[in-house]
């Protein structure tokens, strides 16, 4: 599956971004996608991710309330809403898609395909 990140850029404190993330290939046998981020120094973690067929949602819990992730089937696209941005949100922000079942949603390298990044700054 490949996948497109878009929808990042420079947004001051306060503000709201939406991410998307264009999927393309075997669609049909995605089972998760996800958004992870990365900042400068530090690893990637976990933001949020959803079920590609009950649509089912999982958060980290420092995000849940601020974030929103959501799926259009219909365009292939996985979106993440964000609002009330921090500084320490600032980071490439990726999208990524797990085609086996049953897996802890959270832990990266069971993903099998990663968009390309799309960078979050939020000005303080």
């Known amino acids: 599956v490949q996948l497109q990140a878009s929808g990042g850029g420079l947004v001051q404190a306060g503000g709201s971004l939406r991410l998307s993330c264009a999927a393309s290939g075997r669609t049909f046998s995605i089972y998760v996608m996800a958004w992870f981020r990365q900042s400068p120094g530090k690893e990637r973690e976990f933001v949020a991710a959803?079920?590609?067929?009950?649509?089912?949602?999982y958060y980290d819990e420092s995000m849940k309330g601020r974030f929103t992730i959501s799926r259009d089937n219909a365009k292939n696209s996985v979106y993440l809403q964000m609002n009330s941005l921090k500084p320490e949100d600032t980071a490439v922000y990726y999208c990524a898609a797990r085609m086996s079942p049953s897996l802890p949603v959270g832990v990266l390298n069971y993903y099998d395909d990663w968009g390309q990044g799309t960078q979050v700054t939020v000005s303080s």
């Open positions: 959803i079920s590609w067929s009950g649509g089912t949602t």
